[in-house]
């Protein structure tokens, strides 16, 4: 089935940076657009960038174009969000996401809190 | 940027109710929205895509309808474990943009 899998939150000081992975599993990686979505603590979720199934097409929010960076890496099922200049509003729970045609699967999610 | 405004932002419900969510879009997206489930501390689960198709494994209690701006989910025969937050989005467009959710209480 399934399985996405996000690591790389922590803490971490404002105007640092900061990458996070997203390990897939269960289906064929390569085929399949993919997104990262966040959550800042009790608000809703917000959708940050997009990544077309061969890394061609990228397309980001405005609040993050110029500070991330999504890519991907077939060969190792892996999805990726550079995350640069980190502000005290960018603290949220990151989820990754495959899409099929507006299908969304998701993955747990990883706490990003950024603190002086 | 479409706006996807949804109401209420929060009901109450008893067990073995029916509940409705609406979800109005600022311009027409066709049918291209999805509709997720969240409970606290827990990822999105998707339940609803291209307005009316169950993600898979979603049971048949949850159902959604519309097309161009005006948007439903419904929840038949609630049950203890459908108590969480309703959010509805649409892809039609980038930037994907999210309603601001429905909490559904006791």
């Not at chain 1, 990458?19 to 608000?43: E, I």
């Not at chain 2, 405004?5 to 999805?34: E, F, K, M, W, Y």
């Not at chain 2, 827990?42 to 048949?60: N, Q």
């Amino acid at each position: 089935q399934v399985q996405l899998v996000e690591s790389g939150g922590g803490v971490v000081q404002p105007g640092r940076s900061l990458r996070l992975s997203c390990a897939a599993s269960g289906f064929t990686f390569s085929g399949y657009a993919m997104h990262w979505v966040r959550q800042a603590p009790g608000k809703g979720l917000e959708w940050l960038t997009f990544i077309s199934y061969d890394g061609s097409d990228k397309y980001y929010t405005d609040s993050v174009t110029g500070r991330f960076t999504v890519s991907r890496d077939n060969s190792k099922n892996t999805l990726y969000l550079q995350m640069n200049s980190l502000g005290p509003d960018d603290t949220a729970v990151y989820f990754c996401a495959r899409e099929f045609y507006g299908d969304f699967s998701w993955g747990q999610g990883t706490l990003v809190t950024v603190s002086s | 940027d479409i706006q996807m405004t949804q109401s209420p932002s929060s009901l109450s419900a008893s067990v073995g109710d029916r509940v409705t969510i609406t979800c109005r879009a600022s311009q027409d997206i066709n049918d291209n929205v999805a509709w997720f489930q969240q409970k606290p501390g827990k990822a999105p689960k998707s339940l609803i895509y291209g307005a009316s198709s169950l993600h898979d494994g979603v049971p048949s209690k949850f159902s959604g309808s519309g097309f161009g701006t005006d948007f439903t989910l419904t929840i038949t025969s609630l049950q203890p474990e459908d108590f969480a937050t309703y959010y509805c989005q649409q892809y039609n467009r980038r930037p994907l943009t999210f309603g601001g959710g429905t909490t559904v209480d006791i």
